[in-house]
């Protein structure tokens, strides 16, 4: 018996609906980095790390915004009218996904970038620290090496 089919698929208009709807919650690191190198405008992205994270390394362009301090900081430095994009360390962690619900609360529209900053980094997307920009090439597992972005 086929492991995959063991539970058999979904109709075709519950997969739609169910691919649709992940697609309006979240977006990944190539359409972010994507996005930002356009300068694109109504989108903020914000880093809900720790500041030792932050200092660490960050999106370029992104705000810093520690998930305790959404619901008192960002009315004070977030517009109400932009898309709110949240990252965390990666996938192994649910910080963009408690930093997301928290923007939702507040009213504002947000997607997870899933991937988070590892993602990012391991795409070859350039971070910013204290001691400049910093870029690493593709991890090839992750990313084409020989492209910016994966052609999907």
């Given at each position: ?45 914000v ?33 109400p ?28 529209q ?43």
């Amino acid at each position: 018996m086929s492991a995959v089919l063991s539970t058999a698929p979904a109709r075709p208009d519950q997969a739609a609906d169910h691919f649709g709807a992940r697609l309006a919650f979240e977006t990944d690191v190539s359409d972010v980095h994507t996005d930002l190198e356009a300068g694109l405008p109504g989108l903020i992205v914000v880093d809900s790390r720790s500041i030792e994270s932050w200092e660490q390394g960050h999106l370029p362009g992104a705000l810093h915004l520690p998930t305790a301090r959404i619901a008192e900081g960002a009315p004070l430095v977030v517009p109400p009218d932009v898309t709110v994009v949240t990252y965390c360390w990666g996938p192994g962690c649910n910080g963009a996904t408690r930093a997301a619900l928290a923007f939702a609360r507040l009213g504002y529209q947000v997607k997870e970038m899933i991937g988070g900053y590892e993602y990012w980094v391991r795409e070859g997307f350039a971070v910013q620290t204290s001691a400049g920009r910093i870029l690493r090439p593709a991890d090839p597992l992750t990313a084409s090496v020989s492209a910016v972005a994966c052609g999907c």
